[in-house]
């Protein structure tokens, strides 16, 4: 065993411009088992890259607020990547989305952005719209009538 030397644990590598979109590598890739985890389930929108996605409309999310992009196919999405509107720069990138994964982060400017990607091995580029506007985020405060006896189980 040779000392001095650090622990070397390879990163994954997401191109990406830290001037529109907040994004942490180590917790790039997360697997859900079925179920999303409640803290995810509150605070975040989650967009489906799915076959159907093309037909859905343009999703508005406020500026800040967190994302998730989820692949719920069996397949695995090749070439993912953010497009910035206004200026036509690609501001994220990622080679591949593992089938049932998905990727968190937060987009930070206001604007109009697309979400490019191939589902498989096919030569068929899929998009999804969104918008981005400057809103404030979603507050999370409890209702004024809220107590907790009439949550099941607490």
């Not at 929108?45 to 859905?56: G, Q, S």
């Not at 990607?117 to 981005?132: A, E, K, N, S, W």
Request: aromatic share 10%; glycine share 8%.
């Amino acid at each position: 065993v040779k000392r001095g030397k650090a622990l070397s644990i390879p990163i994954p590598k997401f191109p990406h411009d830290p001037g529109y979109i907040r994004f942490r590598s180590w917790t790039a890739l997360l697997y859900l088992e079925g179920q999303i985890p409640h803290e995810i389930r509150l605070n975040e929108r989650i967009l489906f890259l799915d076959k159907e996605a093309d037909r859905c409309g343009v999703e508005r999310i406020p500026v800040k607020s967190r994302v998730c992009l989820k692949n719920p196919t069996p397949v695995s999405l090749l070439n993912l990547a953010i497009v910035c509107g206004w200026t036509g720069q690609e501001v994220f990138g990622c080679r591949e989305l593992p089938a049932g994964r998905f990727l968190r982060m937060e987009i930070l400017r206001e604007g109009s952005y697309t979400i490019h990607y191939t589902p498989g091995f096919t030569q068929t580029t899929l998009h999804r719209d969104i918008r981005v506007i400057a809103a404030a985020p979603p507050s999370s405060k409890k209702a004024p009538n809220f107590h907790p006896s009439l949550i099941p189980g607490f």
